[in-house]
């Protein structure tokens, strides 16, 4: 069966630390992992699509990799405004269906 | 780009009663459309799938006869909650993709409050 693990659940930020979230998979042929952010009462908002190991996006303060089992989304120099909760999802081949972790809420405290 | 809406954003309803969802792609064909239901605190989980023109492909567990969904157009999907019982208070999302793309895109979702 497919999993997708987030870690941590949670993660307290002061302004301008960095740090980073995990996602880490078991799947049998992964079509793609996806990166979401999410703020409450709403849905969820594309960030990344990343297909094979060693694949690297970048948006603004946002980066995200790809291993064989686990991405990371690093967020340098945070901002207030980067409090949300981010989501990782997978994708498996012949499937479009997307199989969602629990989330990492992330708070960015000014 | 990618935008979807859905509407209502939030109602109320008494046990027993029915709520129609709809799901709207604005700015593109939607050929796929999924439902997700999500609880407080927790992630998105899938309900349903569903092909324009065609019937809804339902995950496990999620009763078909009570979540009617129907496709009829690229740019429209329905989510109805059938005689809604307090245990469906829900925040319901729809998602749209395109075919021969892999990313959904997301709606705001609706809050749905049974009484």
């Known amino acids: 069966e497919d999993q997708v693990t987030q870690s941590p659940e949670a993660l307290r930020l002061q302004e301008g630390e960095s740090s980073s979230l995990n996602c880490s998979y078991t799947?049998?042929?992964?079509?793609?992992l996806f990166w979401y952010r999410q703020d409450p009462g709403k849905g969820p908002e594309f960030l990344f699509t990343?297909?094979?190991a060693g694949e690297e996006k970048e948006k603004e303060r946002l980066k995200a990799t790809l291993t064989k089992k686990e991405s990371f989304l690093h967020i340098t120099a945070p901002k207030p405004e980067d409090s949300a909760t981010y989501l990782c999802a997978v994708q498996v081949a012949n499937d479009y269906k997307l199989s969602f972790g629990a989330g990492t809420t992330v708070t960015v405290r000014a | 780009g990618a935008v979807v809406s859905q509407h209502p954003s939030r109602v109320i309803c008494k046990s027993g009663t029915s709520v129609k969802i709809e799901c709207r792609s604005l700015?593109?064909?939607?050929?796929?459309m999924f439902w997700y239901r999500q609880f407080p605190k927790q992630s998105l989980m899938l309900m349903a799938t569903s092909n324009e023109g065609s019937k809804a492909t339902y995950e496990q567990g999620v009763e078909k006869d009570k979540f009617l969904i129907n496709h009829a157009s690229l740019t429209l999907s329905t989510l109805t909650v059938t005689s809604a019982h307090p245990e469906d208070s829900s925040f319901y999302i729809c998602?749209?993709?395109?075919?021969?793309?892999?990313?959904?895109?997301f709606g705001p979702g609706t809050r749905l409050t049974v009484l």
């Open positions: 799947v049998s042929g992964l079509r793609g």
């Open positions: 990343l297909y094979s």
């Open positions: 998602s749209g993709s395109v075919v021969g793309y892999n990313e959904q895109f």
């Open positions: 700015d593109f064909q939607a050929t796929t």
